[in-house]
């Protein structure tokens, strides 16, 4: 194998450590690119591996202090990643998981001859409980890989709403005069006993509408994990995704295994990253997909922000007749995150009247919060006045 041919596996090693969906379609890919342009342009050898190895637009950043890194020093691909003169906890995001991700890396170790010193970790918090407490945009690539196995765990077994069908129980609360008729024609006509029956009972349809535009893109990266597991862990569930135009993404999320289904939306979807349009994004899966899944006590998952490049124009509306077509409207915002939050933008404003709830989602123990919300039998809930 060549020098080249084994640093782009290598690199291809680096960026999937680091959280990019890279295999050995985009190694290939990247190594037919570069028989086309010459290796001394630095410039064009960069637009060649980001061409076929980056698939999404906010995977830029990760990538390209990843180039910065493991290409600065052709004749040694496996050397330290962080800088020498800047601690790893003060870097960027992007550059820290990137600083992990690269070979050689590894933690600091005791000095020769200094006697390893012991901590006591009485009345301190434990890793676990970090990692739940951690705001998804301040994790590392450690960090996100193991919040990725936590929510691939949770359940969301909704509490479960009566249909208009019955099934044959002999206990039921409801005499069934038609099973016995038919039962007494067995007998010649004499009644033995009364055929009882129960209403059928099931979880109501689900529908997750997530905003992917920029000032999202870094909560739905996880999020699309949490729309994953729910997707592949109970039926009748709905996925869309919106920033300028409205994606429905439920038959790629059926797919098990996440980096297919990811690669699969990232095929389908337009505008990741991009702008933001929530009202025409409302507006538009009210015309064309309200009737089909919000039948029978419906619950809507809104994930965004609220911050509507357009103005908010049309999204009062638009939110009033989604929150009047299911049985509970409950809006999902990382902003909640700060203490000092107020719904000062449009969008906010014009969405908030019309939500039944409005939850923060930054982190694990605000998904497991949610969960448990969704999993109790709550009140039967109002339109909002």
């Known amino acids: 194998m060549s020098a080249l041919a084994s640093n782009l596996l290598a690199f291809g090693r680096v960026l999937r450590r680091a959280g990019l969906p890279v295999g050995p379609a985009e190694a290939l890919g990247a190594a037919e690119a570069l028989s086309h342009i010459p290796l001394s342009d630095r410039a064009a050898f960069r637009a060649a591996l980001r061409a076929t190895m980056v698939h999404r637009r906010d995977h830029f950043e990760v990538f390209d202090s990843a180039f910065d890194l493991f290409w600065r020093d052709p004749d040694r691909p496996t050397r330290q990643a962080g800088p020498d003169d800047q601690p790893l906890a003060a870097l960027p995001a992007a550059a820290r998981r990137v600083s992990e991700a690269m070979p050689g890396a590894r933690p600091p170790s005791t000095p020769a001859g200094e006697p390893e010193r012991r901590e006591d970790s009485a009345l301190t918090v434990s890793d676990n409980e970090r990692l739940n407490r951690l705001d998804f945009e301040a994790m590392t690539a450690e960090e996100l890989a193991a919040a990725r196995r936590e929510i691939r765990r949770l359940v969301l077994p909704l509490a479960e709403r009566p249909t208009r069908r019955f099934r044959p129980d002999s206990r039921g609360p409801r005499a069934d005069l038609r099973a016995t008729l038919r039962a007494s024609m067995r007998l010649g006509g004499e009644i033995a006993s009364i055929s009882r029956r129960r209403r059928v009972t099931r979880p ?67 505008d990741w990253s991009g702008g933001t349009r929530i009202g025409e994004a409302l507006e ?54 700060f203490a000092g939050f107020q719904p000062r933008a449009a969008g906010i404003r014009a969405l908030l009247p019309h939500v039944h709830e409005h939850r923060q ?12 919300t969704l999993s109790a039998d709550g009140p039967s809930y109002r339109r909002p006045a």
Not at 285 to 314: C, K, M, P, S, Y
């Open 361 to 372: 989602v930054h982190n694990l123990n605000s998904l497991r919060a949610l969960v448990a």
């Open 204 to 270: 109501p349809p689900l529908v997750l509408l997530c905003d992917v535009s920029g000032s999202m893109a870094r909560y739905a990266q996880i999020l699309l994990h949490f729309m994953h597991a729910v997707a592949n862990d109970r039926a009748r569930v709905h996925s869309f995704v919106f920033g300028t135009r409205l994606t429905n993404i439920s038959r790629a999320l059926r797919n098990r295994d996440p980096e297919v289904a990811f690669q699969a939306v990232a095929h389908i979807l337009p």
């Open 284 to 337: 538009r899966f009210n015309h064309l997909w309200a009737r089909r899944v919000l039948g029978q006590g419906a619950v809507v998952l809104l994930i965004t922000d609220g911050l509507d490049r357009g103005g908010a124009e049309g999204l009062s509306e638009a939110a009033e007749r989604l929150s009047h077509s299911c049985r509970r409207l409950i809006w999902l915002n990382p902003l909640l995150r």
